[in-house]
């Protein structure tokens, strides 16, 4: 079974506006990190976010937020007011306590259109 | 800090030849990891050191690649002889060890390697 399921291979979003790239895991460990990368057309992975399974609250860093529900497994990325430099691939990643591997999606690729 | 460093960052060569991928981990960092990226395929763990130690090769394709780990600053990833389909993103990533489930994974820019 896949660890990570992004189902969105490409979403499009106009500039200004909110998106949310889809994300659920699969895991039965009880303690694990959920992450989240960009990676631009230059081809660096950068990191945005990071949501804890104890976190009580949702993550959030700037324009990005994680939205985390535990119950069904799901850890969607929203980025809010969308700038035409957000346009790049997502990837969600998933690393259990247990283990030392980042489990990665397949990745969204996101598009904003002026 | 200068984050992990790859090189090259481009490497073209040809079918049969040897390549060396290098990477310098950030300081301190307990693990590091070399992936590689395709369409095809994504985003794949080909092994990962602790501690300059190899825990986990079963991601390595086969035995033409090869990936040492002298020393805490320093691994290498070796492909010999190279094929095409071995073309690919190849990223080294490096994170500390602080025992929780929060460390991220800091990436290199990557090598792109092309077999002609």
């Known amino acids: 079974a896949q660890k990570i399921t992004q189902t969105q291979p490409g979403m499009f979003v106009q500039e200004k506006e909110a998106v949310t790239l889809d994300c659920t895991y699969d895991t039965s460990d009880p303690s694990y990190g959920l992450f989240w990368y960009k990676q631009p057309s230059s081809g660096e992975m950068i990191f945005l976010i990071y949501q804890g399974s104890y976190d009580q609250q949702n993550a959030t860093e700037g324009r990005y937020s994680l939205n985390f529900q535990k119950a069904r497994k799901s850890a969607n990325l929203v980025i809010s007011a969308s700038q035409l430099g957000d346009s790049a691939m997502y990837f969600c990643a998933m690393r259990e306590v247990t283990g030392n591997q980042f489990y990665f999606g397949t990745g969204t690729s996101l598009t904003v259109i002026p | 800090d200068a984050g992990v460093i790859q090189s090259p960052r481009h490497e073209v060569t040809e079918m049969g030849q040897e390549v060396t991928l290098r990477c310098k981990p950030i300081s301190g960092h307990d693990y590091l990891f070399w992936y590689r990226q395709t369409m095809m395929r994504g985003l794949e763990l080909l092994i990962y050191?602790?501690?300059?130690?190899?825990?986990?090769d079963s991601g390595m394709p086969e035995d033409r690649f090869s990936a040492k780990m002298p020393n805490a600053s320093f691994s290498t990833l070796k492909i010999q002889p190279s094929e095409p389909r071995d073309s690919a993103v190849y990223f080294c990533?490096?994170?500390?060890?602080?025992?929780?489930?929060?460390?991220?994974?800091?990436f290199g820019p990557g090598t792109r390697l092309t077999v002609l």
């Open positions: 990533a490096s994170r500390d060890d602080r025992g929780s489930s929060y460390n991220e994974q800091f």
């Open positions: 050191f602790n501690n300059n130690v190899p825990i986990d």
